[in-house]
């Protein structure tokens, strides 16, 4: 075990989780408290507004459950702690979205980010169309400041979610609401798989650790700000989770389906569907995993090519690659955005960087194929942390998918794990 698996255990387990709860949640108001009163985007201010309510009220929960641990040791249990967990996400992430969705409704229009605005138009799009995405030619004719938004950089299974719009225009038809309702839905069934796993009880993942997991997916303030404002990458990360559930639970074939779902919605799905072939090709069910994993987002995009090839193309490649008729916005200041804009032949270099960060792990893969659902959640974690500091276009927000990954790897396993992604790969089992 590394001293940094030790440490992480020693945080975790203090006060029987109790005193990280606290820490997390007064760091989390604070957060939201700046938010609120420094963010230059609307959506995000208001989300601190009520997210800093929600924080501090569990914060104060906890330290009443801190309190009364010694007398009342039922309180302050993995279920209580979950009740608390779950209290947090509705007044953080779902109380702030509900109001926004219902403000935006009425008619103010700096209550959501683009990103929901986009999902909408897309699935408008789909409903009309039969493709979510505008041609080059139909994207040069908008006005230059509409040109952004007529973009649509998902996968084709993202449109899904702006179809409840285009039938109808109240505020639960709001994408955002249906980024809400699949996340959870996802989450659950992700909790409920590695629960009723058919292993020894002995072997099966502590509850603690699967509570630690669903929080880094749910309360954490970049998750539950991204789903109040946004929301598309909640569903995308969810569906990841609960394909490492399956495989933790022996089921390739469902891990391979919900994966593949995530990648029908966005592209960072991608790396982990790779990952879990890998993992399923140690159980002899590589090709299991690779139906699903594979075969929907391949299915997602056959109406689309057929529909417009070049409208996909223009959308889904040239514009996050920055080849679009606009600029991504997507520019937060980690290396390989510094080194794009700061050196000469500063994309190349980020870019061989980032190639070369794919080789190494392409490379880690082959020699050593992981043979846990840990082990593929930390490659996963680390490749996607690699991966986002690398990238010369990138958010801040993206970070969420390493950080839930790596906080849902323990809760995989029924024995403690390190945090190093050079787990040994088990004895294949007999057929």
């Known amino acids: 075990m590394t001293a940094a698996s030790r440490t992480w255990r020693a945080l975790d387990s203090t006060a029987g989780g109790l005193a990280l709860d606290l820490g ?21 201010r208001a989300w601190g ?4 309510v929600g924080y501090l009220i569990a914060a104060l929960l906890v330290a009443g459950q801190l309190l009364l641990r010694g007398r009342r ?4 249990g993995v279920p209580a702690r979950s009740a608390v967990t779950a209290l947090t996400w509705a007044t953080t992430a779902l109380l702030p ?11 103010r229009t700096d209550r959501a980010q683009e990103e929901v605005v986009v999902v909408e138009h897309s699935g408008i799009r789909l409903a009309e169309h039969g493709t979510p995405y505008l041609g080059p030619d139909a994207i040069a004719a908008l006005p230059a400041d509409e040109r952004l938004l007529g ?18 225009d109240v505020w639960w038809t709001d994408s955002r609401v249906w980024f809400a309702l699949v996340t959870a839905l996802a989450l659950a069934v992700a909790v409920v798989a590695l629960r009723a796993a058919d292993r020894p009880s002995a072997d099966r993942p502590h509850p603690a650790a699967v509570l630690r997991g669903v929080q880094a997916a749910t309360v954490l303030p970049i998750c539950a700000l991204t789903l109040a404002t946004g929301g598309d990458d909640l569903p995308v990360l969810a569906l990841c989770l609960l394909a490492l559930a399956c495989a933790a639970a022996g089921r390739p074939g469902a891990a391979g389906v919900a994966v593949g ?27 299991r995993v690779a139906v699903g994993a594979l075969g929907l987002p391949v299915l997602a995009v056959v109406p689309a090519v057929l529909v417009d090839r070049d409208a996909l193309v223009e959308n889904v ?41 794919g080789v190494a792990i392409a490379f880690r893969l082959l020699r050593h194929p992981p043979g846990t659902a840990t082990a593929t959640a930390l490659i996963c974690g680390y490749g996607l942390l690699a991966a986002i500091l690398l990238m010369p276009t990138t958010r801040f927000g993206y970070l969420l998918y390493p ?7 323990p809760a995989l396993a029924g024995q403690p794990t390190t945090v190093s992604p050079e787990s040994p790969t088990p004895a294949l089992p007999r057929a």
């Open 403 to 409: 950080l839930a990954l790596l906080v849902w790897a």
């Open 49 to 52: 507004s009520v997210a800093a």
């Open 261 to 287: 779902l995530a990648g029908a919605l966005k592209l960072f799905a991608w790396p982990v569907a790779l990952v879990l072939i890998f993992w399923g090709a140690t159980r002899r069910a590589g090709l």
């Open 73 to 76: 040791p039922e309180l302050a």
């Open 97 to 107: 979205l509900v109001i926004q969705s219902i403000q935006r409704a009425s008619g």
């Open 317 to 357: 490649l040239r514009f996050p690659l920055g080849h679009g008729l606009v600029t991504s916005p997507a520019q937060s200041p980690f290396p390989g955005h510094l080194i794009a804009t700061g050196l000469p032949g500063g994309r190349v270099i980020a870019a061989t960087l980032l190639v070369a960060a």
């Open 151 to 168: 973009y649509t950089p998902y996968q084709p299974g993202m449109a899904l979610f702006g179809l409840p719009r285009a039938g109808v």
């Open 24 to 44: 997390l949640y007064t760091v989390s108001a604070a957060f939201a408290a700046v938010t609120a009163a420094t963010s230059t985007l609307a959506p995000h």
